[in-house]
């Protein structure tokens, strides 16, 4: 599937929230236990002011994924650092997406001077576990059973690529 990117931008509000509150629900790749109002995409557009977000366009230009990087930390000593997030509609996963969307995401972090890129992921989330290790990161810390979500505890595992 060929794919574009966005910048995301105002118009993307209610397809990111969307697609952001479908993983909410039916899963635990998003941290949140209710769907959130399209007011909390102001929150995306602000943590992400200085660094790369996107949304994924398919060939038929329908928002079928978004990505973004946001500093880790306020604090300048961590101002080559950042975190990652993706998030693809079920539907089109498995397709090599999410690698080319990584692929884009770390060249645009390259360009700020970014030299890590961290991910936190649910243990539950084994897919994305995979997914990251198969494509550079390794983990480097587990924050055992601090999250609990639909009634069921998680470990945060934090995975790290140093680019």
Not at 14 to 23: C, G
């Amino acid at each position: 599937m060929e794919i574009q990117f966005e910048r995301m931008g105002e118009e993307h509000r209610t397809d990111v929230i969307d697609i952001f509150n479908y993983y909410i629900e039916n899963g635990f790749a998003a941290y949140p236990e209710n769907k959130l109002p399209y007011e909390f995409y102001d929150m995306f557009l602000i943590i992400t002011k200085d660094y790369p977000a996107v949304v994924i366009k398919s060939d038929k230009n329908e928002a079928i994924g978004f990505s973004l990087i946001h500093s880790y930390s306020p604090f300048s000593v961590f101002k080559e650092t950042a975190e990652i997030s993706y998030f693809i509609k079920e539907e089109v996963t498995g397709k090599g997406i999410g690698k080319k969307t990584l692929d884009y995401i770390e060249s645009e972090a390259k360009k700020l001077n970014i030299s890590s890129i961290l991910a936190s992921i649910s243990s539950i989330n084994e897919r994305s576990i995979n997914f990251h290790k198969k494509n550079g990161f390794k983990e480097c810390g587990r924050f055992v059973k601090i999250g609990k979500k639909f009634d069921k505890y998680f470990d945060v595992v934090w995975m790290q690529k140093i680019l």
